[in-house]
């Protein structure tokens, strides 16, 4: 698989040669469960460090990842799960798993809908081996952004699901 087809490297139309995607960035490996890389993520670096960044460049994200691929599925892998799957696995801590949306559509169909993205995670950790008595899952909706609802990269940024690990007490 060569650099544009993995989604190391984009190719514009009018290019004869493929650039880097993560250029600028500091990029990490995503694990699949057998801690094989799947593709990769990558956060922007600060704009004042970056004096030959172009328009292009300053524009863009702050993260992103690799694009989907036959190895790299976003749907199908939890992110940190091969580094984190001892400590789930562990017997006195309990999962909470909160789900959430953006602020479009309802507030009733939203609350619903972070739900179902909270179950989801837990029905991947679940065919996984792990307990389903384990997890708790705490629906919340429009509630808690961490991004404005006003652009389409703060929605996309609302609309997640987080896992926390707590002590049992």
Known sequence: MHGVEAGLALRKSEQKTPY???????????????GRIAGFGARKLDDSSQPQMDKRDKDSPK???SPETPVY???KLLYGL??????IRKEDMVIIVEGYTDAYGQANYNMKLS???????VN???NKGVER?????????????????KTKEGRAKNRRVVVKLMQKN
């Open 73 to 75: 599925h976003k749907g």
């Open 82 to 87: 091969y580094q984190n799957k001892d400590a």
């Open 115 to 121: 739900k179902r993205r909270a179950e989801s995670v």
């Open 20 to 34: 880097d995607r993560f250029r600028n960035r500091v990029v990490f490996p995503i694990k699949n469960e057998f």
């Open 133 to 149: 008595d384990r997890f708790t899952v705490k629906p919340f909706g429009e509630t808690n952004p961490v991004a404005s609802n």
């Open 63 to 65: 993260y992103i990842n």
């Open 124 to 126: 991947y950790l679940v």
